[in-house]
């Protein structure tokens, strides 16, 4: 069996996290500079063009991107060969995100539902860290990670949606949710939907779905051209950049489809900023 | 589209001028508050009690910043999405309050309050935290310290720049952007 010392999965995943609070991956900003390219409203330009010199800067001085630094998700997959000695996998990954929050000066946005009041002192700073684990075959751990802000998350939606409904039923649900966030996520979006599954696998899909390079090209082929097609549907409605109108609403859409239930259709959307801060390291 | 530079307190003449879609560049004292310290300052008035810095002609930031790194007055600070203010903007636009800095769309309350007691909304770049940071030269926190970063700051701000979402006259720049690019099929 593979090991891995606790302390050397505490450095790698901290110097990711920090890391990824200031450098937007490649994939984001090529989305991006696209659409500066291809908008048409001059406002919604001039919009794009603020969230290019913002990623520059903070890339340049070692700034967070955004105030909102983010609840930090991670996407696990444990190799059954490999054992990490010292502590746990998920001791590592808490400890590991809330060193780099502090050391790093991002923000801890972790509080009670209800009394509001935050847990950076009882809990840790910044934690829980979300981390959904899979075990998958092999001697690797493989870590995906993203800052995901509250913004773009609370317009985000999940429903099931009758069998009979369709594709047609989804692209209309898709529809309505990004007509309705309108201004509010940080446009341009990236939209991630889980189809199928039962109710939570369609929201963690959804989830999953955005850590996806965006600009590549879903593996199977419908749904890459549902994809492309949806994503054409959603240009259409004219929200523009942080919502002051333009063609360039949409930077990509990504879906990702499990089997269901006969006699259901979970259908989930979940919305990622323009600041789509994402990294993955396999150890 | 006109472009402006003002300098707060801004008075009922400053913001009428202004129309959804222009561009301003502020100048001068801004102060910060999210959804904890909107909450805590509606209370004073409803008490009656004397409020932690003048609303009149005042601008409210919606940003919960990243903490400064050592030597410098603020980290991070784009806003934050509006609506959740909207329960409490009225009334501290009624009470004075002439500008609000956030992003995303206001409910109707409140452009009705922008209309009734002179106010506009503006929109900052969400997402643009790095830049923005660049333009508030000075940061302090005034009040309620221990709401960590939904505190109430006094910020010092140099050609901060916003766009005019909601102006006096009842015009969305929301509504006009999206139903100029807007494609019916």
């Not at chain 1, 950076?120 to 493989?142: C, M, Q, S, T």
């Not at chain 2, 003002?6 to 001028?17: A, F, I, N, Q, R």
């Not at chain 2, 999405?81 to 109707?108: A, C, V, W």
Request: charged share 25%.
């Amino acid at each position: 069996m593979r090991q891995i010392a606790y302390d050397d999965l505490v450095k790698s995943v901290k110097a990711m996290v920090m890391h990824t609070a200031s450098h937007l991956p490649e994939d984001a900003l090529a989305a991006i500079e696209k659409a500066y390219e291809e908008e048409q409203s001059e406002v919604a330009k001039s919009v794009l063009k603020q969230i290019l010199d913002n990623a520059h800067l903070a890339s340049e001085e070692d700034r967070p991107l955004c105030q909102d630094t983010g609840l930090a998700v991670y996407f696990i997959n444990v190799g059954e060969d490999v054992k990490v000695v010292g502590g746990s996998i998920r001791d590592a990954i808490n400890q590991a995100t809330e060193e780099a929050y502090k050391e790093g000066y991002l923000r801890a946005s972790t509080c009670d539902c209800f009394d509001r009041h935050n847990l950076k002192d009882e809990v840790g700073y910044n934690l829980p860290a979300v981390i959904h684990f899979d075990i998958v075959p092999g001697d690797r751990i493989e870590i995906e990670y993203a800052a995901k802000g509250g913004g773009s998350e609370n317009v985000s939606r999940a429903t099931v949606l009758a069998p009979a409904q369709g594709k047609e039923g989804i692209k209309n649900f898709v529809k309505q949710v990004i007509s309705d966030a309108g201004p509010n996520p940080c446009p341009p979006i990236i939209v991630g939907v889980g189809i199928g599954g039962t109710f939570e696998v369609a929201a963690k899909s959804s989830k999953h779905a955005l850590f996806r390079e965006a600009g590549t090209p879903n593996p199977n082929p419908d749904l890459d051209a549902f994809e492309k097609e949806l994503k054409e549907e959603l240009n259409k409605l004219g929200i523009g950049a942080m919502g002051m109108g333009g063609t360039q609403t949409v930077l990509a859409v990504h879906i990702e489809k499990n089997p269901c239930h006969i006699a259901s259709l979970p259908v989930s959307v979940n919305v990622q900023c323009h600041s789509s801060r994402h990294s993955h390291i396999t150890l | 589209m006109a472009e402006y530079h003002m300098t707060t307190p801004l008075s009922d003449e400053d913001v009428s001028k202004l129309e959804a879609g222009d561009i301003v560049y502020l100048n001068g004292t801004i102060y910060t508050a999210r959804d904890a310290a909107h909450k805590r300052l509606v209370d004073l008035i409803e008490k009656g009690e004397q409020l932690p810095f003048d609303l009149k002609g005042s601008v409210i930031y919606f940003v919960g910043p990243t903490p400064p790194k050592p030597g410098e007055p603020i980290g991070s600070a784009g806003p934050t999405t509006s609506y959740r203010m909207d329960s409490y903007s009225p009334i501290l636009i009624e009470h004075g309050q002439k500008g609000m800095i956030g992003k995303g769309k206001r409910n109707e309350a409140v452009k009705e309050a922008c209309k009734k007691y002179k106010a506009v909304y503006f929109g900052a770049t969400g997402g643009a935290g790095a830049l923005i940071a660049k333009a508030i030269k000075k940061a302090e926190v005034i009040a309620y310290p221990e709401l960590g970063p939904e505190a109430i700051r006094k910020l010092e701000v140099e050609e901060f720049p916003v766009t005019v979402i909601n102006d006096t006259h009842g015009n969305d720049l929301y509504e006009m952007g999206r139903a100029k690019y807007e494609v019916k099929d």
